[in-house]
């Protein structure tokens, strides 16, 4: 099938796409990788798309003391070869590792992904689980920031105002002792995964566990933040047991059965990958503490 027709605008700055998009109730196309499938089907018909890929200043990732900072025309692979922001945040190439297929990693943008608020899509998980927040600008309100955690309100559904651009997300760092992991399963490599999980683990300088959350994708209509730091609380990287939770996850989620998998398998994957990224995560934040 082909689009509805539309009006195609191309604007050059951020103010610019602002007023496009409130004059015509348009949206912003980045990637196209998300938008475009979803016209051609015609699950979506905006009058207009505001192509942002000319506009200025929304390019870089900055690598800052507290937080890796991605403008809104950022790839995937862009954000996933980056050595500066792997060194900072090593979850986002390891989340990154998994969204889709290299070509449209090459295209697509991950503060598209967040915007697209796929309950299945991996950054908008690793966001939430950082505890990050998405920086927004419009005509009406000029610029604001919202946290991860008030973003995404359902399945493809964001606190983003309709007349809004994202220009960038903040991933802050996670606290000095940390490390993370990513795992996921899917049918096939480079599929939405049927559940996935990332994991933020922090030790102290006696390597002893202070704080640990988890965040899933694919077991709710958002990604599911959950903080289990009180399952390890105090005990040693080496003898830590996170059993307590998978009980944790498994009372927060909601997975419904699709095509791809019963609801009662997602919710068995949820709980063993929990406790594997969990150890992961624990295992990584290890050599990080200085002995
Ligand atoms: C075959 C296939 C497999 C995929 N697998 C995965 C996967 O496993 N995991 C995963 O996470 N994703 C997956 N994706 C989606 C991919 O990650 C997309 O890149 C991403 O969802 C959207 O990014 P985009 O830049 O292409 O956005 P677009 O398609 O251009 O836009 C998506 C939506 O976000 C809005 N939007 C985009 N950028 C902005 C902005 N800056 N401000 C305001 N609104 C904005 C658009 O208006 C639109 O509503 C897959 C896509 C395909 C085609």
Do not use: C
Request: hydrophobic share 45%; glycine share 10%; proline share 6%.
């Amino acid at each position: 099938m082909k689009p509805a027709p539309f009006a195609y605008l191309l604007p050059s700055t951020v103010d610019e796409a602002a007023e496009m998009l409130a004059a015509t109730g348009g949206k912003v196309l980045a990637g196209g990788q998300s938008l475009i499938p979803l016209m051609s089907m015609r699950l979506a018909a905006p009058p207009a798309l505001v192509d942002i890929n000319r506009v200025g200043g929304i390019t870089d990732i900055e690598v800052g003391d507290d937080a890796v900072r991605v403008g809104a025309l950022v790839r995937h692979a862009a954000l996933e070869a980056h050595a500066p922001a792997y060194d900072a945040n090593p979850l986002l190439r390891r989340a990154l590792r998994h969204v889709a297929h290299a070509t449209i990693r090459n295209r697509g943008t991950t503060v598209g992904s967040i915007v697209h608020a796929d309950p299945a899509g991996e950054m908008p998980a690793v966001l939430r689980l950082l505890g990050g927040s998405v920086e927004a600008v419009s005509q009406a309100r000029g610029r604001r920031s919202i946290d991860a955690a008030d973003f995404f309100v359902g399945p493809l559904e964001s606190a983003l105002g309709e007349d809004e651009i994202a220009v960038g997300v903040v991933f802050p760092r996670p606290p000095a002792g940390s490390g993370s992991s990513w795992l996921e399963i899917s049918r096939r490599r480079g599929d939405y995964a049927l559940v996935g999980v990332g994991a933020v683990v922090t030790l102290d300088s006696d390597r002893n566990v202070i704080g640990a959350a988890v965040s899933l994708i694919s077991v709710g209509a958002t990604p599911v933040h959950v903080d289990v730091g009180h399952v390890g609380a105090d005990s040693a990287y080496d003898d830590v047991d996170w059993s307590g939770a998978t009980e944790l996850v498994d009372a927060a989620i909601s997975p419904e059965a699709d095509i791809h998998a019963t609801a009662d398998y997602r919710r068995h994957l949820a709980q063993v990958l929990t406790r594997r990224a969990l150890a992961e995560a624990t295992a990584d934040a290890a050599p990080r503490v200085a002995a």
